[in-house]
């Protein structure tokens, strides 16, 4: 008899890679809400927390204290749930709506700039095929 659920050892060690790899990558894992100073606050695995004013956020903002009061982390560490208002929130959205439009914008183009994808591979092929980027001409 044979058991077709068994992996492999190499693809328990590939799993096991991958997991470590995920837990390196800092997530949520509290939350706190401050009624009196209307503030919220968000804690991460690397010791980072963010603390913002509940009041600079459009839909926050319309909520009562109450509603706000024990926000719960979701399990995967990346949103935020308000049980009381039934509000739900992925956690970059909530950080993002914090930060100045034009710093978030800049830190969004240097992270979708790094992706790599099927497209603008084949576009570096095609450029590269008619000769590449030009050269940077000398400043005389």
Do not use: W
């Amino acid at each position: 008899m044979t058991n077709d659920n068994l992996i492999s050892e190499a693809e328990y060690q590939a799993a096991l890679a991958r997991g470590k790899e995920a837990l390196a990558i800092p997530y949520a894992v509290h939350a706190h809400f401050d009624a009196v100073h209307k503030m919220l606050s968000i804690g991460y695995t690397n010791g980072l927390s963010i603390t913002f004013d509940v009041r600079q956020n459009s839909i926050l903002a319309s909520h009562a204290d109450a509603d706000l009061c024990e926000p719960y982390v979701t399990p995967g560490g990346d949103g935020l749930l308000f049980d009381r208002a039934s509000l739900s929130f992925a956690l970059p959205s909530v950080v993002a709506a914090a930060l100045p439009a034009d710093l978030a914008r800049r830190k969004v183009a240097a992270v979708l700039g790094t992706v790599r994808s099927d497209k603008k591979a084949e576009s570096s092929r095609a450029n590269g095929a008619k000769g590449g980027r030009p050269r940077k001409s000398a400043v005389v």
